[in-house]
C-alpha cells in the first residue's frame, strides 16, 4: 500500500474494519489512540506503549507550540524522535484548547488571537501558521484549524463555526505541503444534524476544488463538537449519520471520546479511531475502568482484597498486583499507583478495540455490540 492509503479489510453492519499506511507504519481499526498532551502520556514510557499495543499516540499542537516550542521539536528531528516513539502519531490542531479559553479569543477574518495559559503572552494564529507550526511538529497526521462550539450553544452561533471551520480547512488543505504527513479535515455542526450534514458537504466541495487544480485531499476526517457536555444518548441522535456521510474509503475519527461503551457503540455506527485522556486521567484519580464496571480503588473494600484488580484482564497491572496493594498505592498519593492504574486502563481499552476489529472482521458486530450492552462492563458507562 502506499503512504496513507486506506484498506477496508471487513464490515459486519455499519462496522468496519480498516488498514490505513503511514511513513511510520500500518494502523488498524477500529482503534484507540492514548494521549500524549506535551509528548508524553503521563507514566508511561515509549516501550510500555508499544508493549501495551497503542497504535498511534496523540499529541497536542497548542501545548507543543507554546512549550518547549515547535521550533525545539523540530530541531530534535521531528516529535518522534523528540520523545523517542516511532510508531504513527498524530497532532490536534489545538483549535479546542484555544476556544476553550473563550474569555482571552478574539476571532478575525485572518485567524484567531488568544493569550497563552503558560506566559499571558498574545498569540495569533491563521490557519497557514497552524499548518506551519503542525508541519514543524511532524506527526503522520495532522488536523485542520477548526472553531469547537461549546454545548450548548445558540443555533446561530454554531452555524458561524461551521462556516469559519469551513474557511479554515480550505486554507489548511491550500498550505499543507509536507508529504509524509497528511491532513484531515474536521466536522462540526454541534447537535444540529443540518449543520452536520453541510459541514460534511462542504468538507468535500473544498477538496474537490483543491483536487481539480492538482492540490491534495484530506487523509481523512475528524469528527469533532461531540462529547462537550451533552449526554451520550443527544450525541448519538446524530452521530451515526454523520459518520455514514463521511467518505467510505478513509477513517473517521470521534474526537475525544474515551468511555468504553460509547466506543463500542460508535464503530456499530461506523466510526474508526478514538482518542481521550479519560484512561489515565481516571487512573490518576485512583479510578480502574474493568469487567465489572468501573472500580474506585480508595473504596475500603478493597483494603484486604488480595485478588487481581480485574480477573478477566492480562496486563501487567492485573497479573503482578492485588487490589489491597493498588488501594494502599492510592491512597498513599503514590506516583506508582497512577502508573499501574495507567497501564490497566489504557490496555482495557486498547484491548476493547482488538476484540471489535476481531468482530469486525468475523462478520459478528452485531452480536459483539449486544453482548458488550449486556454485560456488567456497560453498567456503569
Not at 84 to 90: C, E, I, S, T, V
Amino acid at each position: 500500500m502506499a503512504l496513507f492509503d486506506c484498506k477496508v479489510d471487513a464490515r459486519s453492519g455499519h462496522a468496519r474494519a480498516l488498514t490505513y499506511t503511514t511513513a511510520h507504519g500500518d494502523f488498524h481499526t477500529p482503534m484507540f489512540m492514548p494521549v500524549g498532551t506535551h509528548a508524553t502520556v503521563k507514566g508511561i514510557t515509549p516501550d510500555q506503549l508499544t508493549a501495551l499495543g497503542a497504535q498511534v499516540v496523540l499529541a497536542n499542537t497548542y501545548h507543543l507550540a507554546m512549550r518547549p516550542g515547535a521550533e525545539v521539536v523540530a530541531e530534535a528531528g521531528g516529535v518522534h524522535a523528540f520523545m523517542n516513539y516511532h510508531g504513527p502519531m498524530l497532532t490536534d490542531s489545538g483549535g479546542f484548547q484555544v476556544f476553550s479559553l473563550a474569555d482571552t479569543v478574539k476571532l478575525s477574518a485572518d485567524g484567531v488571537e488568544f493569550r497563552s495559559i503558560y506566559d499571558g503572552s498574545r498569540v495569533f494564529w491563521t490557519p497557514e501558521k497552524n499548518m506551519a507550526i503542525q508541519q514543524l511538529i511532524g506527526a503522520d497526521i495532522a488536523m485542520q484549524l477548526d472553531q469547537c462550539a461549546p454545548y450548548p450553544a445558540e443555533r446561530d452561533f454554531v452555524a458561524q463555526a461551521v462556516v469559519r471551520s469551513h474557511k479554515w480547512a480550505r486554507r489548511c488543505l491550500a498550505a499543507h505541503t509536507k508529504p509524509d504527513q497528511t491532513l484531515f479535515g474536521i466536522v462540526q455542526g454541534g447537535m444540529h444534524l443540518d449543520l452536520r450534514l453541510e459541514s460534511v458537504r462542504g468538507l468535500l466541495d473544498i477538496e474537490r476544488e483543491s483536487q481539480a487544480v492538482g492540490g491534495r485531499r484530506f487523509g481523512g476526517f475528524g469528527i469533532g463538537g461531540y462529547s462537550v457536555g451533552e449526554s451520550h444518548e443527544v450525541m448519538f441522535e446524530t452521530l451515526g449519520q454523520v459518520a455514514r456521510a463521511l467518505p467510505d474509503d478513509r477513517p473517521r475519527y470521534l474526537m475525544g471520546v474515551g468511555n468504553p461503551t460509547t466506543l463500542v457503540r460508535a464503530v456499530g455506527e461506523g466510526v474508526d479511531m478514538f482518542d481521550c485522556v479519560l484512561p489515565t486521567r481516571t487512573a490518576r484519580m485512583g479510578t480502574a475502568f474493568s469487567s465489572t464496571g468501573r472500580m474506585n480503588m480508595r473504596n475500603a473494600k478493597f483494603a484486604r482484597d488480595f485478588t487481581p484488580l480485574d480477573h478477566a484482564c492480562t496486563c501487567y497491572t492485573c497479573t503482578h498486583f492485588t487490589r489491597a496493594y493498588l488501594r494502599h498505592l492510592v491512597k498513599q498519593d503514590e506516583m506508582l499507583g497512577g502508573i499501574l492504574l495507567s497501564l490497566h486502563n489504557l490496555h482495557y481499552l486498547l484491548d476493547l478495540m482488538r476484540r471489535a476489529r476481531e468482530a469486525v472482521l468475523e462478520g459478528a458486530y452485531d452480536a459483539f455490540l449486544a453482548a458488550w450492552m449486556a454485560s456488567p462492563a456497560a453498567r456503569d458507562y
